[in-house]
């Protein structure tokens, strides 16, 4: 079984749409999550941590559910330039990375 | 100057060439990262180096050797590739092994 899995989606959505999506993840060690954004072609890059309480910042707000195992990530308000796979990530003593769930906003 | 800097972007090689990938990061983190991404599959973590010190190795083919000379320098030698290695290399730092860690842009591997 994967740590960390994803949907893979695609979520293809109008501008100025919310859209949602969680992952979920295996390993009860892991201590810190995180949100990463990878472009095409392109390095990950660190989109937010994931705090147990949740947290937001700006128009993303990520969620942890430790009973559960699953964190989620929502977009308020998409725009263009939100277009990207997103990549949920697991650590204990190294990042585990889901495969990605990607997003389109579409104008 | 960016945190992490990987060079070469792009590298093609033949299957019997010897080549290395470097990064160094000005961060003044502690830990650095190799991961190898293939095309519609998720991250593998390949190695990682806390302090210098080869701290994991994910069952890594022998034909890819690291090489960690200090803390902001990490190498990853490549020997007698097969075209299945063709894939996004990334290195990453992370101050310590508990703490998020960020990405160089990569270099895109194609093997020949």
């Known amino acids: 079984r994967k740590e960390v899995e994803q949907d893979p989606g695609p979520f293809n959505v109008p501008e100025g749409a919310t859209v949602a999506f969680n992952c979920t993840y295996s390993n009860s060690a892991s201590q810190s999550f995180f949100w990463y954004r990878q472009d095409c072609r392109k390095e990950p890059k660190l989109l937010m941590s994931?705090?147990?309480s949740g947290n937001e910042d700006g128009r993303f707000t990520a969620q942890l559910n430790r009973a559960s195992q699953y964190i989620s990530l929502l977009i308020r308000d998409s725009k263009l330039s939100d277009s990207a796979t997103y990549l949920c990530?697991?650590?204990?003593?190294?990042?585990?990375f889901g495969a990605g769930t990607t997003v389109t906003v579409r104008a | 100057e960016t945190g992490v800097t990987q060079t070469p972007r792009h590298l093609v090689m033949g299957m019997t060439n010897k080549k290395s990938l470097k990064c160094e990061q000005h961060l003044g983190h502690n830990a650095m990262y190799w991961y190898k991404q293939s095309a519609k599959k998720p991250l593998e973590l390949m190695f990682v180096y806390s302090l210098e010190e080869r701290v994991e190795n994910n069952s890594v083919p022998s034909r890819f050797s690291p090489e960690c000379p200090n803390s902001s320098h990490l190498f990853l030698h490549l020997h007698t590739l097969q075209p299945e290695d063709s894939a996004l290399y990334l290195c990453?730092?992370?101050?310590?092994?508990?703490?998020?860690?960020?990405f160089g842009q990569g270099t895109r591997l194609t093997v020949v």
């Open positions: 994931v705090y147990s």
């Open positions: 990530v697991g650590r204990d003593y190294k990042l585990s």
């Open positions: 990453a730092s992370s101050e310590q092994r508990t703490t998020e860690a960020f």
